[in-house]
């Protein structure tokens, strides 16, 4: 199991971008974790699974849904004892 924080800046909020990435990992099956707003131009996630789906899914933050704009992407793998259950939009 890998559990990263991502932080994702640039035109991210406002475009759709909480909702497609809870879209992106349903699509992927096995992917826990959530994703929030954290100011008008940062998104915050973290993202469980298998290291091959966990990946993908930096990928996908890396670009983002369409109209956004991701100027940056931090990855940071962290050791997490927590078993998150889904992948959900968290305020």
Not at 12 to 36: C, D, E, K, P, Y
Not at 54 to 74: L, N, T, Y
Request: charged share 25%; net charge positive.
């Amino acid at each position: 199991m890998k559990t990263v924080r991502i932080v994702v800046t640039g035109r991210v909020t406002g475009v759709g971008f909480r909702f497609s990435a809870v879209n992106q990992a349903r699509q992927h099956g096995n992917l826990r974790g959530w994703v929030r707003n954290r100011d008008a131009r940062t998104v915050e996630a973290m993202v469980q699974g298998s290291e091959d789906t966990v990946d993908a899914m930096i990928e996908w933050f890396r670009r983002g849904p369409p109209g956004a704009r991701v100027r940056q992407c931090h990855v940071e793998t962290i050791e997490s004892s927590e078993k998150l259950d889904w992948f959900q939009v968290v305020y």
